[in-house]
């Protein structure tokens, strides 16, 4: 009916078998029986319309206990992608959480409820803290693969294959990390006390090297391992923590801070936090009130300082109290040519994706070209490279409409799909 959808016809009809309705009865009826009648009919319709306000209420309410967020972005952190794997956080700033302890004129957080690593979205794996163990006797054994395997944390380091490529050493100090928390775990099981190690860390490296995810994964990690309450990540910049006038940067800090609690906070290119030539910069407070933190507050977060490896570096020489609170540097080391073509296949692959023979050397072209530019990022490079090819495999067989395509066409990506960018494009 006039070209329209069947949902809008039906919607038409009804109308139209209303407006009848109402005209018979207004004919029929008294005007006294027209207006009791319609009176209840409203009434009726109100009472159904509340009853699904209710209900919706209800279920968000249920479903608000589950949806932990797993990234909280104070600021932009890059693109998203329409490939699975990664962080998505969501770009622009958020509204700030409820009234907090330390500051008085505070607005709600916005997060983004992510899938946790392995297991199904959104789903928690209960983790338990130290202290809430069961005590074994003096005389029991124990099985460090039992505790593995009842921590879970196995789905996390099966996510980080998944979602890194290589990035072996990497993943070597990770595992090094969960196994001190596990021979921690069950040491307190036989009531041998130590202090909680120190996690906070250093992840140094290009951009596009990884750090991001894998500091995802690490709040899982850490969560599983009982060492976190709730294992999020807090992604702040220097002007989420740094204020421009006196008095504005210890309640933003501190607010940041507090959102923090019980999970990761990562700091991105820390080094801006400090600026040596201002001296009315207001960003050492933020340092002095973050290495307090660090220290006194060592059970309810981690803060991971993460940017450009020689600029981290010169940051610590000027902070050396930051430097000591910081027990574990991950440097991310930017990838060869053969990862990033590795790291594409994945992220393909991952998608339904592969690359023809002769895609594969025009990506290789293409990245060999685009390594060289200053603005290089590495496997988030690669990443938006094989969106676009992935839009342009999309139009070479949208252009072709009355031609069959098999699912072999719709997954394999040809070498015209690729071509390199423009350098000024990158
Ligand atoms: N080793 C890797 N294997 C697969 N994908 C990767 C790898 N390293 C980074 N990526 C992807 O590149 C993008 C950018 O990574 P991200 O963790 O944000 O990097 P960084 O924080 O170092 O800038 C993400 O989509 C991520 O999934
Ligand atoms: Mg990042």
Known sequence: MWGLKPKYQLAILALLVLAVTVALTWSLLSHLEFAILMGSLGTGLVAVWMLGLVRGAWRQASQLDEAVPRFVALSGTGAGSSFPAGPSPRPGPSPRPGPSSWSGSVSAISSAPRARAGGAPGSRRPSRKRDERVALAADATVSLGDERRESGIDEVFAALDRQLVGLAPVKKKVEEIASLLLVDRVRQQFGLTAPRPNLHMCFTGEPGTGK???????????????????????????DDLVGQFIGHTAPKTKRVIEEAFGGVLFIDEAYYLYRASDSKDYGQECIDILMQVMENDRDKLVVILAGYKDRMEEFFQSNPGMSSRVAHHLDFAPYRLDELVAI???????????????????LRDYLTMAMDQPRFANAR?????????RLRHAHRLAADADRSWSKDDLMRIEAADIFPTPAFEL
């Open 344 to 362: 594409g296949k994945a992220m393909l692959g991952e998608a339904s994706y592969y690359l023809s023979d002769s895609a594969e050397t025009a």
């Open 381 to 389: 490079s690669v990443r938006n490279e094989l969106e676009q090819a």
């Open 212 to 238: 991001t995810t894998m500091a995802l994964q690490m709040g899982d990690l850490l969560h599983r391992l009982g060492y976190l309450e709730k294992g999020h990540v807090v992604h702040a910049m220097r």
